[in-house]
C-alpha cells in the first residue's frame, strides 16, 4: 500500500521552525512520507504565525491557493493562527479540514491515522511541555532544542502568551539528551529556543544554570539563544557567556522602544537605562559580542520626542543590526484598547528615519568593516551563491561570512582571515581548518 504524503509549510519563528520539525518526525514515525512537492502531496500542513497581520494574510492566501488546486488535498492548519482562529478558519474556507493549535499539533499523526472523514478543531492547552524523542533528518549542521514553551510577559503589543499559553520549561536531562541525539547525527550548533529563553526555571535550575549543565553534559561545538528580555537578561547570565567558548558571542535583545514612557505602556518591565547598563556590562564581558534587536515605531501614543528617545538609544548602542517594525494592531491584545492613534504617514516616515540611522549612516556597515583583518571562527554551512569554490557560514557572533575556496571544507570549523566587508556580510580567506 502506497504511503500518503504530506507538504509542509512553515512560516514565523524559530520556534515554528522546530515545531514543524517535531511534525515531520511524528508522521514519519507512523508511516507518512514527506514530499517536497506540494503537487504531490495527500495533504498539506500550514504551520502558522500570528505574530502580525501580515503573518496571517500570507497564510490566508496560501489556504486559498491551495484549497482551489484541481488535486483535491486534506488542509491541516496549526500553529498561532490555529490556536488563535480555531472553529472560524473552517467558516472561512471549507477546504480546511484539521485545525490544530500550538499545544495540540502533536496529536497530528493520531488523526490523521483515525480517517474518520471529519472535521477536526483542536485548540485544548496543557500546563505541561510535552515530550517526544524527535528524529532528525537531512544533513544541516544547525538545528533548534526548544528549552520551554510559552511566555509569562503579555507584552501589551503582543499575541503570543495568548496562543502560546504560560511558561512551561523542560527538564534540564531531557534538553541534553536531545542535544546529544543531534549531535550523534551530526549537528555542530544549537539554538536553545524559548519565548523568553532566560526566564527559564525548572526548580532551582535557572537559565544561567542550565546553560552550565548543558556545557557540562554535551560536546556540542557551539551553543546559541533566542529569544532574549531585557528585564531578565542577567549578570551572571554575561559572566557565564564569557566563561566558556563554546557559547557564542551573538545575542538578540529586542529593545523595541527607547522611551520609557512607551516601555511602560508596552508592558516591557525595565527603563531605557537599565536596558543600557545591560548592554555596556556586556561589552564590558565579552568586547567581540553581536547584539542584534527589535524595534517598533509608531506604538499608540508615541510622540515625537518618545521616537527621539529611540533614534538615541540606537546611535548611542551600535547595533550590528535590527529588525524595525512599525506597530500594527493585534486583536486580542492589551494595546488593541489604547487605540492605533498615530498616522499612519507618521508611521512610516518614523520607520524610514530609524532605518536611515541603522543603516544609511552607517552603523551596520560600519560595525561589519570593523572586523576586516580579524580571524574569525567560521563553521561553513553551504555552498556560496556566487560562486562553486566559495562556502558560506556564520562566524561565532552569528554574522554571514563568505569564504573564499571553502567549499572543500563544508561541515568544518575554519579559522578565517576577513578581508572584506558590505552591509550584511563579510568576506575571508582560509588559514586554517579543523577535521
Known sequence: MEKKKFYLETYGCQMNEYDSHLVESLLTAAGFEKTESESRADIVILNTCSVRQHAEERALGRIRSVSSARRSREIAVIGCMAQRMGDELLAINKGVKYVLGTD???????????????????????????????????????DYVTIMRGCDNYCSYCIVPYVRGRERCRPPERIAEEINRLDERGRREIWLLGQNVNSYKNESIDFPILLEYVLENTEIPRIRFLTSHPKDFSERLIDVMASDDRICKGIHLPLQSGSDVILK??????????????????????PEVVITTDLIVGFPGESEDDFRRTLDMVEEIE?????????????????????????????????????????????????????????????????????????????????????????????????????????????????????
Open 319 to 435: 547595533y550590528d543590526s535590527a529588525f524595525m517594525f512599525r506597530y500594527s494592531v493585534r486583536s486580542g491584545t492589551r494595546a488593541e484598547k489604547f487605540g492605533d492613534d498615530v498616522p499612519e504617514e507618521t508611521k512610516l516616515s518614523r520607520l524610514d528615519r530609524l532605518i536611515q540611522i541603522q543603516k544609511k549612516i552607517k552603523i551596520a556597515e560600519k560595525k561589519m568593516a570593523s572586523h576586516i583583518g580579524s580571524v574569525q571562527t567560521v563553521l561553513l554551512e553551504q555552498p556560496a551563491k556566487q560562486s562553486r569554490d566559495d562556502a558560506r557560514g556564520k562566524n561565532d557572533g552569528g554574522l554571514n561570512v563568505v569564504v573564499r575556496g571553502g567549499a572543500e571544507h563544508i561541515g568544518e570549523f575554519v579559522d578565517v582571515k576577513i578581508i572584506s566587508s558590505s552591509y550584511s556580510t563579510l568576506v575571508g580567506e582560509i588559514i586554517n581548518w579543523q577535521e
Open 104 to 142: 495540540s499539533f502533536y496529536k497530528i499523526a493520531e488523526i490523521l491515522k483515525s480517517g474518520n472523514g471529519g472535521q477536526v478543531v483542536d485548540i485544548s492547552c496543557r500546563e505541561e511541555p510535552f515530550e517526544y524523542e524527535s528524529r532528525p533528518s537531512g544533513k544541516s549542521l544547525s
Open 265 to 286: 505602556k508596552m508592558n516591557r518591565k525595565y527603563t531605557s537605562a537599565q536596558y543600557l547598563q545591560k548592554i555596556r556590562k556586556l561589552r564590558e564581558a565579552v
